[in-house]
């Protein structure tokens, strides 16, 4: 059971860890440079801009595959942090400094969609998924990308995930 009296910054530090050991369990999200802003159990995905993501050097505007892998690694971290939010708040898992070299069983992506809504300026990019169906097998998400206004979409997805077995 979780220890009401446990100090915030005690509490603070558990979920950062346990958040960067989720992050650190998939190279290709450091390969990509994205990062995770954490408020209490909300996520918003960051991609900063990188040259080596443009896919047209004229206009420049995004790859659609770095498009859509942002997308995709924003639906699976928010689909896992969710999961494993609720077992931290539970007290049925308590990761340490020491658990980030044990491996994490992510979702696995059944089907993914991208709606390319308009093409992405080089500019860094913001995501937020919304876990909207999640049962012990399966799990549906949408996520929403944007950049410096989040009512301006350059893209968006819905994708469905086999959960992991445990």
Same mark, same amino acid.
């Given at each position: 059971?979780? $220890?009401?009296?446990?100090?915030?910054?005690?509490?603070?530090?558990?979920?950062?860890?346990?958040?960067?050991?989720?992050?650190?369990?998939?190279?290709?999200?450091?390969?990509?440079?994205?990062?995770?802003?954490?408020? #209490?159990?909300?996520?918003?995905?960051?991609?900063?801009?990188?040259?080596?993501?443009? #896919?047209?050097?004229?206009?420049?505007?995004?790859? #659609?595959?770095?498009?859509?892998?942002?997308?995709?690694?924003?639906?699976?971290?928010?689909?896992?942090?969710?999961?494993?939010?609720?077992?931290?708040?539970?007290?049925?898992?308590?990761?340490?400094?020491?658990?980030?070299?044990?491996?994490?069983?992510?979702?696995?992506?059944?089907?993914?969609?991208?709606?390319?809504?308009?093409?992405?300026?080089?500019? $860094?990019?913001?995501?937020?998924?919304?876990?909207?169906?999640?049962?012990?097998?399966?799990?549906?998400?949408?996520?929403?990308?944007?950049?410096?206004?989040?009512?301006?979409?350059?893209?968006?997805?819905?994708?469905?995930?086999?959960?992991?077995?445990?």
């Amino acid at each position: 059971m979780v $220890d009401r009296n446990e100090p915030l910054h005690e509490i603070k530090s558990r979920r950062d860890t346990a958040l960067r050991t989720l992050i650190q369990s998939v190279p290709y999200i450091r390969w990509m440079g994205i990062e995770f802003d954490r408020r #209490g159990d909300e996520l918003t995905a960051v991609m900063p801009y990188d040259e080596k993501l443009i #896919g047209n050097p004229l206009l420049p505007a995004l790859h #659609g595959g770095a498009t859509a892998a942002f997308l995709e690694i924003a639906g699976v971290v928010e689909l896992a942090w969710s999961a494993m939010w609720e077992d931290m708040e539970s007290g049925r898992i308590r990761l340490s400094e020491s658990d980030q070299d044990t491996p994490l069983r992510l979702p696995k992506t059944i089907d993914f969609t991208v709606d390319y809504l308009r093409s992405r300026l080089p500019r $860094d990019a913001y995501a937020r998924a919304r876990v909207v169906r999640s049962g012990r097998r399966y799990a549906s998400v949408h996520i929403e990308a944007w950049q410096d206004n989040r009512a301006k979409l350059f893209a968006q997805a819905t994708a469905h995930f086999l959960m992991p077995q445990s």
